[in-house]
């Protein structure tokens, strides 16, 4: 994936992802690595470390008179406040903005860049080549189209009850293989 780049000279700067989270598993894990040009970046354990290449990635590639070495890299470390209950905290600033009028700290038309760019990570790894952002979402929507017209999963949609949300909530039944999941 090629991603806008941020320097003066606007040279592309070409990155890789990945994105580790759980919220349902314990302990779980929530990892962020991005590695560009330039170095890695790692958010994990309430820590953000940047591992700064001494020069580009794709310079040192193409100069390199060895097989499997790499450039010398400075570690950063770059602290930060992390917030200990995001999930509530979203959600209380959700409901006083509704109630009082506070402004939202994470407002809904901001999640479509979250989503391209997810939709991106995976599309370009689909492709086996880098896309830029933004991304062609009508060449995005025929993949994921070719997808669901060549599935083999079939839905059922039952009505269960529930006494916990909602009087009652659909169940989704899968079925892969003649297997319900």
């Not at 592309?12 to 929530?30: D, M, W």
């Not at 958010?43 to 020069?55: D, H, Q, W, Y």
């Not at 790499?70 to 959700?94: G, L, M, R, S, T």
């Not at 839905?155 to 999941?181: L, S």
């Amino acid at each position: 994936m090629v991603l806008p780049s941020s320097s003066r000279n606007d040279s592309t700067v070409r990155s890789t992802g990945l994105f580790i989270t759980s919220t349902g598993e314990a302990p779980g894990t929530n990892r962020l690595e991005i590695v560009g040009t330039r170095g890695t970046r790692v958010v994990e354990n309430n820590k953000l470390t940047f591992a700064r290449n001494s020069v580009k990635m794709l310079e040192f590639r193409r100069t390199a008179t060895q097989w499997f070495v790499k450039p010398e890299a400075k570690i950063e470390e770059i602290p930060f406040a992390n917030a200990e209950v995001p999930h509530v905290i979203v959600i209380q600033n959700f409901v006083k903005a509704i109630l009082d009028g506070d402004p939202v700290i994470a407002p809904g038309p901001e999640g479509i860049h979250a989503v391209e760019l997810v939709n991106a990570m995976v599309f370009s790894s689909l492709l086996g080549h880098t896309l830029e952002l933004p991304m062609d979402g009508s060449a995005w929507e025929k993949q994921l189209n070719g997808f669901i017209t060549s599935s083999q999963v079939k839905k059922n949609v039952v009505q269960v009850g529930h006494r916990r949300f909602c009087q009652f909530v659909p169940k989704i039944i899968y079925e892969v293989d003649g297997h319900q999941r």
